[in-house]
């Protein structure tokens, strides 16, 4: 177990770090970076969550909250090497799910859309990248290596490897392939001439 968790510490620092330029050592990931903090964290108020505790779960979700800027609900699903950099106005709602290697800038919203206890909070899929301030509402997916550009709010699914931007997001890479094309048909027309 202290294997397995040392191990866990040692993924998650290196995934900061290395998502993080301005990042000078292992040691000021571990004692500097509130994001780490707060997933590290999620990991304990979930188990205490789990294991039907949810009062004792939410009020220690509250503390961290208060310690690092980032509200992680304690029965949301949090994936490895998740990255939250900056964290302050990090929230993730009860019912979202992060997967693996996703990056979080600060004042990401993964928030619901419905009063009903039911699946209401957005999936990420492994491999994301949401921007500063991106909202994303219901119950969605963000497609496995997406982007969600910074200040976008989204509302519908996201294609895997897509990118989306503004409000409401749109997809822009497949619009800036078509207009790739149309350069290239247009520059073959004109030589053919």
């Excluded at 009062?55 to 220690?60: G, I, M, Y």
């Amino acid at each position: 177990m202290i294997g397995r968790l040392l191990r866990r510490v040692r993924v998650d620092v290196t995934a900061v770090h290395d998502a993080d330029p301005a990042a000078k050592s292992r040691l000021e990931v571990v004692l500097c970076y509130p994001g780490l903090h707060a997933v590290w964290a999620h990991a304990v108020t979930n188990a205490v969550w789990r294991a039907g505790f949810p009062l004792s779960a939410r009020l220690l979700s509250q503390l961290v909250r208060f310690l690092t800027g980032v509200e992680i609900h304690p029965a949301a699903t949090v994936g490895r090497q998740v990255v939250v950099d900056h964290g302050m106005g990090v929230v993730v709602g009860e019912t979202a799910e992060v997967g693996d290697r996703v990056h979080m800038y600060h004042g990401v919203t993964l928030g619901g859309n419905s009063p009903d206890p039911v699946k209401r909070h957005p999936t990420v899929e492994d491999d994301v990248t949401i921007g500063t301030n991106a909202t994303v509402l219901g119950d969605v997916t963000i497609g496995h290596g997406a982007r969600v550009g910074a200040g976008a709010v989204v509302t519908d699914d996201v294609p895997p490897g897509a990118t989306v931007v503004g409000v409401p997001a749109k997809r822009v890479d497949a619009a800036d392939t078509n207009d790739e094309e149309r350069a290239d048909s247009d520059r073959t027309s004109a030589a053919d001439d």
